[in-house]
């Protein structure tokens, strides 16, 4: 089963996503968290991301579509996909990749959200390299500051949750994401809308439902 879930950054798609993969037993694949390993790693594709990640522009889509297709592969095709596809050329590639194994995506999740509450919500994000967990400062707090509950590791703030990228990746997204929700819709997919201003547990809850009914028909 593949699921892919849009919505522009801080939509709250790897927190939505740590809790479908738990109940559907499917494999988290956030590209950001695999880019970001790279990176850790100092690998070849780590270092020519770099620029495009600190500068909060895509990373070329075809050092994207073989790290994914890789990673898909991987993860046998049960997965849910967390901030891939980012263009019309990598969704219609997916399609593709997906289509010479047999399969397809089974549902397309949108998480929709005003720019004005995403600001918050990445200025505010804190994040543990270590096990990749997420809270926010205000409203997901850890219980000791600076601190991961379930780990033990350092929180910190990633370098694009800064004002200034952040205000570049939400461009980014107008100017060459979005579309990718008018593309499954120009291909006939049911588009699963959910309303991610909703606190975190009514989110989950929006998206099960959904993809529950999905399942019922
Ligand atoms: P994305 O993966 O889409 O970039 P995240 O899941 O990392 O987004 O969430 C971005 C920030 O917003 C994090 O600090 C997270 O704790 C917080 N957050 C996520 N969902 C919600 C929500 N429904 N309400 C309030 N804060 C949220
Ligand atoms: P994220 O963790 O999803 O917010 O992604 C962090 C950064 O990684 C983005 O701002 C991009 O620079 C890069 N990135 C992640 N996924 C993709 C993708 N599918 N296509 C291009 N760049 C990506």
């Known amino acids: 089963m593949v699921i892919v879930l849009l919505g522009p950054p801080g939509a709250g798609k ?7 993969v738990e109940k559907y037993k499917l494999v988290h694949l956030s590209s950001g968290d695999i880019l ?7 690998t070849e594709l780590g270092k020519k991301a770099a620029e495009f990640m600190d500068a909060g522009k895509l990373v070329p889509d075809q050092l994207i579509i073989e790290m994914m297709a890789g ?14 596809p980012r263009t019309v050329v ?13 399969q397809k995506i089974d549902a397309v999740v949108n998480l929709v959200i005003d720019d004005g509450v995403i600001e918050n919500r990445l200025t505010g994000r804190r994040s543990c390299p270590a096990c990749g ?17 379930k780990c033990g590791g350092k929180l910190v703030q990633r370098t ?6 952040v205000k570049q990746r939400l461009a980014t997204y107008h ?3 979005a579309a990718v929700v008018g593309y499954y819709a120009d291909n006939g997919r049911k588009i699963l ?3 991610a201003e909703k606190s975190v547990d009514e989110v989950t809850s929006l998206v099960i439902d959904k993809l529950d009914s999905l399942a019922a028909v």
């Open 90 to 102: 990598q969704a219609a590639e997916l399609d593709k990749e997906l289509s010479r194994k047999g």
């Open 193 to 195: 809308d959910i309303d």
């Open 14 to 20: 790897g927190t939505q996503c740590k809790r479908i």
């Open 133 to 149: 967990a997420v809270y926010h400062i205000d409203t997901l707090k850890s219980k000791v500051e600076g601190v991961c509950d």
């Open 71 to 84: 990673a898909i592969e991987s993860a046998g095709g049960n997965c849910v996909l967390d901030g891939f």
């Open 36 to 42: 970001r390993g790279h990176r850790a790693n100092g």
């Open 175 to 177: 100017q060459q994401t």
């Open 160 to 165: 694009d949750d800064k004002p200034e990228v």
